[in-house]
């Protein structure tokens, strides 16, 4: 991953979160030259994400621990389905173990649940996305997992793009103002997308230019005819509450984009297991 010194500081504080001032278990019942082997096991079916991470876990805490994996990122794997062998220190590898699972078990979970809502919606022009709902600090490891599931990102953080919402109409004076003023600040490179509950809110972002405009918690009827009422002028997100929809009545109604806040903040984790040899 391109963002690998943020990973590498993600793992590191997991690590010194879980393992304290060490492991007081292991270092009291397992001898310091053990060496073991073992087993990624998954406990139902799945899409994996997040092995790598994992492997990453063990590389930091010992450089001797070796992870051959089975079923890359991506792969839909069921039950009884051996994910990875893992090969080294007893000690180094416990001390891992719960880190790399929770990684693995979370980041798989994401994964599973966008792939759901990617199959639901095969066969229209919509498209899934995240939102910036994510587990504070482990941004960058789940909004990967959604694209692992064959979902797209929606902006990364703040700086990724213009999205006035309902507070900054509301603080802007309108939606022209705030449109108008941000047009004056903004490069060109970037687009403005505005939310909108209704259709006369939808007139006003049309009459300034807005480059995509989101229906915030509209019925599928509505959003139907919000798509005619903006017949291709911007881009079209459906968004609100996607989680709990029909996505494939939704994505019936012709909107370009539907994102999904529970696709990272209310998710299963994958059940997924390490067993030794």
Known sequence: MAEDFIVDRIIKNA????????????????????????????????????????????????????????????????????????????????????????????MSGIASRTRDCVRQVKGTKAQITDTRKTTPGLRVLEKYAVRTGGGKNHRYNLSDGVLIKDNHIRAAGGIRAAVEAARGVIPHTLKIEVEVEDFDMIEEALACNADIIMLDNMSAKDMKKAVEMIGGRALVEASGNMGDKDLQEIAGTGVDIISIGALTHTIRSADISLRFD
């Open 15 to 106: 690590l010194e979160e879980d393992i304290g001032w060490g492991d007081i278990t292991a270092n009291s019942t397992i001898s310091a030259d053990r060496l073991i082997s073992g087993r990624f096991v998954a406990k139902d079916k799945t899409v994996v994400c997040g092995i790598e991470i994992a492997r990453r876990v063990f590389a930091v805490i010992d450089p001797d621990v070796k992870i051959k994996v089975l079923h890359a990122d991506g792969s839909e794997v069921v039950k009884g389905d051996v994910i990875a062998e893992v090969r080294g220190n007893a000690r180094s590898v416990l001390a891992g173990e719960r880190v790399a699972l929770n990684f693995l078990q979370r």
